[in-house]
């Protein structure tokens, strides 16, 4: 199949996937009022159904919809990255730490009160503040280097170190109910997502797909290995400084809102090369439209299926994540003993 019939198709089922997820939750609203609730605000038509399901439609799912597309771009596209830099298909959004080091700043910010005068900044202002800590602190530990095996063992011992600080916090809490606060937020959710949250993450992930978008001839040259790259004229460690600044801000912006969400940046990346092949100009917008997808009706699922309960969004992306990453490596690896 073509290409472009390939993307067609994708932005065929993104669009049915954007309309229809709206009818679900906890409370189950037809199709045609969802139609009313979208047309009403945009100004085609008068409102016609009550004002409490179009509340709960353009107030909580819409703005909750929306993010959850733009973590799911970015994930995808930060694991892309990742995956190219490191030339290490097991590579996701998290191997260097940001998401650890955000995560212990988060944590502290819930049991340990942070700075209250923030009000509702207070959490993802700690968790920025432990994602810039943990990257500046690998940036500096790789030094001139250019290695992508040295990046990578430094990320994961950074991994280490605030995974560490993040248990011996949540182990110091006095309450529960910070504990149970605490780990939910390291498990990944949408719940409580505003309008007001999605200017920002908006103009980061845009910019970064830019980003992508005009040096991706560069990050094809460097699938071929740093030496080739370096002999072909580009400069890797400037690639690398750049990738690595770029995707950490992506990270730490997504991070510091919803948690953690795994494995979304681990397999939609292998998803976007078996269906549009290794070009960063073909990865790049299939990461983009299956990442939209995936993400859309995992968080379906999460405020769904023991509704009106909701489960993490992170168990649920490694639930469907893992079997499905574990069958793409049987299919790759499938000639090889």
């Known amino acids: 199949m073509h290409i472009t019939i390939k993307i067609i198709f994708l932005c065929i089922i993104?669009?049915?996937?954007?309309?229809?997820?709206?009818?679900?939750?906890?409370?189950?609203i037809p199709l045609n009022q969802v139609f009313n609730s979208l047309g009403y605000h945009i100004g085609l038509e008068t409102l016609k159904i009550p004002h409490m399901t179009d509340t709960i439609l353009w107030d909580i799912r819409l703005p909750r919809l929306l993010y959850s597309i733009i973590t799911g771009i970015g994930l995808s596209l930060v694991g892309l990255?990742?995956?190219?830099?490191?030339?290490?298909?097991?590579?996701?959004?998290?191997?260097?730490?940001?998401?650890?080091?955000?995560?212990?700043?988060?944590?502290?910010?819930i049991i340990g009160g942070g700075l209250s005068f923030l009000g509702t900044y207070n959490t993802p202002f700690f968790a920025t503040l432990g994602a810039a800590l943990s990257i500046i602190a690998v940036l500096l530990c790789v030094g001139k280097s250019s290695s992508p095996v040295k990046l990578v063992l430094?990320?994961?011992?950074?991994t280490g170190i605030f995974s560490s600080l993040t248990m011996m916090i949540i182990y110091g809490a006095k309450h529960e109910a910070q504990v149970r606060s605490a780990m939910f937020?390291?498990?990944?959710?949408?719940?409580?997502?505003?309008?007001?949250?999605?200017?920002?993450?908006?103009?980061?992930?845009?910019?970064?797909a830019l980003f992508i978008y005009i040096y991706k001839q560069d990050l094809d040259l460097l699938l071929l290995g740093?030496?080739?790259a370096t002999n072909m004229g580009l400069s890797v460690k400037t690639l690398q400084l750049?990738?690595?600044?770029?995707?950490?801000?992506?990270?730490?912006?997504l991070v510091s809102k919803v948690g953690i969400v795994g494995f979304i940046g681990l397999i939609i990346p292998h998803l976007a090369r078996i269906t549009g092949g290794p070009k960063h100009s073909h990865t790049l917008s299939f990461s983009i439209l299956i990442g939209s997808i995936v993400m859309i009706w995992a968080d379906v699922l999460s405020r769904f299926l023991y509704s009106p309960e909701e489960?993490?969004?992170g168990v649920l992306t490694s639930l469907l994540g893992a079997p499905l990453f574990i069958w793409i490596i049987m299919k790759r690896y499938q000639y090889n003993n």
């Open 14 to 28: 993104l669009f049915l996937s954007l309309v229809s997820s709206l009818q679900f939750g906890s409370t189950y």
């Open 81 to 109: 990255l990742m995956q190219t830099v490191t030339r290490n298909p097991l590579a996701d959004p998290y191997i260097l730490g940001v998401s650890s080091g955000a995560s212990t700043g988060a944590v502290f910010a």
């Open 154 to 158: 430094i990320g994961m011992g950074m």
């Open 185 to 208: 937020w390291l498990l990944g959710s949408f719940a409580g997502i505003q309008w007001s949250d999605l200017p920002l993450s908006t103009c980061i992930v845009t910019l970064f």
């Open 226 to 228: 740093n030496q080739e």
């Open 242 to 253: 750049s990738i690595v600044i770029s995707s950490s801000i992506v990270i730490a912006t």
């Open 311 to 313: 489960i993490p969004i």
